[in-house]
């Protein structure tokens, strides 16, 4: 292996390089990986990104729904290069702070819904899973109830894809289906269906014991399982379960969290009112590495003031780089007024063209989203909510086709998932429908359904 990976990069052939020395991870096939689709971005700006080739590609996810202020945002780059000439590390387990982080965690916690009390901090959302964790069987240690240990999430999500969850016994993690409206194969209508699907967790409470029962834990929509957005019949049923069980409801915001889904927060689009949050990808608009984990009075209070030592941290959690990065996030967002432009002009927009353009098409079975993300269902007959025989191909397919047309689009499955940067005009979201639409013709094509 040594002696090839030398030639290689003598040629600076980072293609070769990569096959032979990374192994592809994202919950990907390494095997299956090729030379020929491998892409290297050498440049990005604004809306675009080009490769090494010198192609360019209006970027329709944000590399992974994290550049919510685009590529090369001056504010991001001016607000990292002068913490460089700053203290490069603030340990906050030396009983220190800094300013960056000081000013990050006022400003966050005026953006984030009424209830939320303190933050703590990580280096990703992956290590604010972990971090949730902790607190939730902290919380109830603290409140004299030790038993209420189990997290309680859905299948088709990331928790308990590559956190501490794989580790966890099965008595400790569990997970009900997901409030996949076009998935589900029965007589109910969707409204009937949200609420069906949310008394699951009732069903798994009742059998597991509400006494063992600490938290649910889920995304307000499934970002990771396709843009999935749930029934508006799901969340207040969820809520009242919840509540009466005495269970706390976790949001992970990662990917709708900071304007992508047209509000602040899923939860405040969804109108949950949620004792934890989990924060990643857009509080540094994705140029940073951070995540964090904000707490309702509720849990703050108990954590802070019955505590004792919380054995969980990270070395560099509260960067000050990283809350430099993420405090210019969120002026240019809130100061700047780019989330007011998102909420009452682009994501309506956005939205509205998509399902101009994609509305009875004999392949696109659901189109769901709101503000700057969005899914389009691919399906052989749309009517009858059906599936392809061999799911994910006309998906895979039809990424491939966006990118031959210069657009970078994620498939999960069948469904196209979209989330273009906030800061995409009228002209960027035009290109998109447009390049888009001729993806998913040419799909419909090759699969003669059109």
Known sequence: MNHFVGPALAKQD????????????????????????????????????????ATRFLDGVCGQSCATLGHGHPALVHAATSQLDAPGHSSQFLQATHAPLSELGTKLLKLLPP??????????????????????????????????????????????????????????VCHIAPPYWFGYDGFLTEYEFG???????????????????????AEPFQGNGGVIYPPYSYWPEIQRICEQYDILLCMDEAVSGFGRCGRWFGSDHFGIRPDAMILDQGLTSGYVPMGALAVSERMADTLASLGGPFAHGFTDQGHPLAAAVALATLRVLDDDGLMKTVEHDTGLYFQYC?????????????????????????????????SFDEVGLAGHYCSLRAQQHGLLVSAVGDRLALAPALIARHAHLDELIDKLGRAVDETAQALALM
């Open 115 to 172: 209830g939320m009390q303190r933050v703590l901090y990580a280096n990703s959302g992956a290590e604010a899973n972990d971090l949730l964790c902790s607190s939730v069987r902290h919380f109830w240690e603290l409140a004299g109830k030790p038993d209420k240990r189990i997290i309680i999430s859905h299948r088709r999500s990331r928790h308990g894809a590559g956190h501490a969850f794989d580790d966890l016994s099965l008595d400790q």
């Open 14 to 53: 980072h293609r070769a390089i990569h096959l032979a020395r990374h192994v592809r991870s994202a919950f990907q096939d390494h095997a299956l990986l090729r030379p020929e689709q491998l892409r290297v971005f050498a440049r990005a700006e604004g809306m675009y990104v080009w490769d090494a080739d």
């Open 354 to 386: 998509l399902r101009e353009r994609f509305d009875g098409h004999p392949m696109v079975g659901q189109i769901q989203g709101s503000g700057m993300v969005a899914a389009l269902q691919l399906s052989p007959a749309p009517e009858g909510r059906a």
């Open 195 to 217: 609420l069906a699907a949310a008394r699951e967790l009732e069903l798994k409470l009742l059998k597991l014991g509400p006494q063992r029962v600490g938290a649910f834990l």
